[in-house]
């Protein structure tokens, strides 16, 4: 029987860094990975629809339904939406990661982190 192909989860794959994720994911790896695609709304995904990749609904931030979600899942990416919240949404989803024995945690991040006078650098210094 072959080795199970490493899982890896993009959260937040709807928008546009998400999207673009998924479809790099899906053309260069989509024989050697397994790749979810998680969505707030799977009804809205079309777009996700590619080879090796699975849609899965998922709630940022959701803690407790996010264990579960993230079984047996070797490595996420969280692709934060650009909301007030994003920091909580971010650490809650990582923390759910690091339960359910996720290996690797990627956030999106950019360089205003290091302007943490401004709102993105804010939430994305308090993230990292």
Do not use: C, W
Request: glycine fraction near 8%; charged fraction near 20%.
């Amino acid at each position: 029987q072959d080795m199970a192909k490493p899982v890896v989860f993009v959260i937040g794959a709807s928008g546009n860094i998400g999207q673009a994720t998924i479809q790099a994911l899906s053309s260069k790896y989509a024989d050697i990975l397994e790749i979810r695609a998680g969505v707030r709304n799977p009804d809205k995904a079309d777009k996700l629809k590619l080879p090796g990749v699975t849609i899965v609904q998922a709630q940022m931030g959701d803690k407790d339904t996010l264990i579960n979600t993230f079984k047996g899942v070797d490595a996420l990416y969280i692709v934060t939406p650009p909301t007030e919240n994003r920091a909580a949404l971010a650490i809650h989803t990582a923390e759910a990661a690091k339960v359910a024995g996720v290996k690797f945690i990627l956030v999106v991040s950019s360089p205003a982190v290091s302007h943490t006078d401004t709102i993105f650098g804010k939430q994305l210094s308090e993230i990292e």
